[in-house]
Each structure stands twice: as C-alpha cells, then as structure tokens.
Nanobody
Framework: QVQLVESGGGSVQAGGSLRLACTASGYTFRPTCMGWFRQGPGRELEQVAVIYSTAGKTYYDDSVEGRFTISQDNAENILYLQMNSQKPEDTAMYYC????????????????WGQGTQVTVS
C-alpha cells in the first residue's frame, strides 16, 4: 500500500523560507510523476508544482514560479518543495501526491495522497 507522509510545515514570516518533504513507501510501480498541491482558507485545491519521474521535467503554477523548487531523491523516495520568498497568500495546507499514469496536469491524475502539512505565512 502506497503511503505518502509530508513534513516540514510550520509558521514563517513573509519573505522567509521553508522546505517541505514527502516520504513515500509501499511503491510497487514507478510513479509517472509526483506533485505538490495546496488548499488555502476558503480556496479550492490547486496544483503548485509537478516533477516527472523519468525526465525530471518540472512544472510550476504561475503564483510560485521563481520562488518554489520541486525536487526528488529517487534513491530515498523523498519529494521536496523548497519555498522561498514566501507570501501570506502561500498560507495553506500542502499535500504531496503521486500519479501512476496520465499527463499529471489535473488533480484527477493523482491517485495517491498524503495527509498534508500546514504552512502559515504572516
């Protein structure tokens, strides 16, 4: 059974940095891609960043482009999200997710989800 566990959330002042980690276990397949999503207060779930497992290609939402970096340690099955120059609008519950197929462009492409870690920027 695939399990994804996020860590690294917390409170930070605007302009600060945090690094989220997502430790994966139980894989019986190689994920097509992995991604970070977030849901802020009163907002819908949104895709923040995606990394494609084979080519290492990355995608970022416009709101975080240039500030956030997604990366992965394939040997340790850990996904990271480095968040710099944070803004109050980055406040959200952050989730990591894994896809076993699809184009990884929509939430529905991701079948496996973690429980989330809270990030608060003030």
């Amino acid at each position: 059974q695939v399990q994804l566990v996020e860590s690294g959330g917390g409170s930070v002042q605007a302009g600060g940095s945090l690094r989220l980690a997502c430790t994966a276990s139980g894989y019986t397949f190689r994920p097509t891609c992995m991604g970070w999503f977030r849901q802020g207060p009163g907002r819908e779930l949104e895709q923040v960043a995606v990394i494609y497992s084979t080519a290492g290609k990355t995608y970022y939402d416009d709101s975080v482009e240039g500030r956030f970096t997604i990366s992965q340690d394939n040997a340790e099955n850990i996904l990271y999200l480095q968040m710099n120059s944070q803004k109050p609008e980055d406040t959200a519950m952050y989730y990591c997710a894994a896809a076993s197929g699809g184009l990884c462009l929509e939430t529905a492409d991701f079948a496996f989800w973690g429980q989330g870690t809270q990030v608060t920027v003030s």
